[in-house]
């Protein structure tokens, strides 16, 4: 079964995407500032990490640029970023650290948020 990393701020969108991909039947974890979410990255092994751009204590861009920079002993699967409309250089950036992916939070309904998951752990299968 796929285990996922949701790194977000937000408690109710954190909440919302961890009780929509355990439904599905998926192992999840949830971090709710960068320097956790760092953490759980480098010691565990996730199918795939929603990172959100926009975190306390370290940004999504930081851990992107701090994984590249020193990658994690254990073998890591896709990074999502999770963002808002508007922020497309941000967005490049992090697709040049490595991300695989992006979802735009305020855009997507319950079932597309799947669909979009399900394409990403298919591809790193």
């Known amino acids: 079964m ?3 990393l949701i790194v977000e701020d937000d408690q109710f969108l954190r909440e919302f995407y961890q009780e929509l991909l355990q439904a599905e039947g998926y192992l999840v974890d949830v971090a709710a500032d960068g320097e ?3 953490k759980k990255i480098r010691q565990d092994n996730f199918n795939l990490i929603l990172l959100d ?3 306390p204590k370290k940004d999504g861009l930081q851990i992107l640029k701090d994984l590249k920079a ?3 002993s254990s073998k890591m ?3 999502v970023i999770l963002t808002n409309l508007g922020q497309d250089a941000v967005i490049k950036e992090c697709f040049e650290l490595g991300a695989q992916g992006f ?3 305020s855009a ?3 079932d597309q948020v799947l669909t979009e998951i399900k394409s990403y752990l298919q591809k790193t299968s």
């Open 77 to 79: 699967g896709s990074i």
């Open 2 to 4: 796929a285990k996922i």
């Open 103 to 105: 979802l735009i939070k």
């Open 70 to 72: 020193k990658p994690p």
């Open 36 to 38: 956790t979410g760092e």
């Open 108 to 110: 997507l309904n319950p």
């Open 53 to 55: 751009i926009m975190l």
